[in-house]
């Protein structure tokens, strides 16, 4: 979803609501989910919630799914590789 973006549920204090994050999500970005907080003291209505993005990197990977992930590393070039992303772990894990 952090990638192509799309549509996610997020656990608020009054139940889940549905959230659409944007393609190229960082781990990390911040998002304000207005009117989903606490109530506000001596007021009506409820403050703002913020949530983080936590994008998580899967562990084991089957061989197919392997390849497909050198595959798109390779069309990403050498300006992903610098950075310690994904597509860098994938190719030095290779070469072990």
């Given at each position: 979803t952090?990638?192509?973006?799309?549509e996610?549920?997020?656990?608020?204090?009054?139940?889940?609501?549905?959230?659409?994050?944007?393609?190229?999500?960082?781990?990390?970005?911040?998002?304000?989910?207005?009117?989903?907080?606490?109530?506000?003291?001596?007021?009506?209505?409820?403050?703002?919630?913020?949530v983080?993005?936590?994008?998580?990197?899967?562990?084991?990977?089957?061989?197919?799914?392997?390849?497909?992930?050198?595959?798109?590393?390779?069309?990403?070039?050498?300006?992903?590789?610098?950075?310690?992303?994904?597509?860098?772990?994938?190719?030095?894990?290779?070469?072990?």
């Open positions: 952090a990638v192509l973006g799309g996610v549920k997020v656990p608020t204090l009054s139940g889940e609501v549905k959230y659409n994050i944007p393609a190229g999500t960082q781990s990390g970005t911040t998002f304000r989910l207005r009117d989903q907080g606490v109530q506000k003291l001596q007021q009506s209505g409820k403050g703002d919630l913020y983080n993005a936590a994008v998580e990197i899967p562990k084991k990977l089957t061989e197919e799914q392997r390849k497909l992930f050198e595959q798109l590393a390779v069309t990403f070039g050498t300006e992903h590789q610098e950075n310690g992303s994904i597509f860098s772990k994938i190719k030095k894990g290779k070469k072990k």
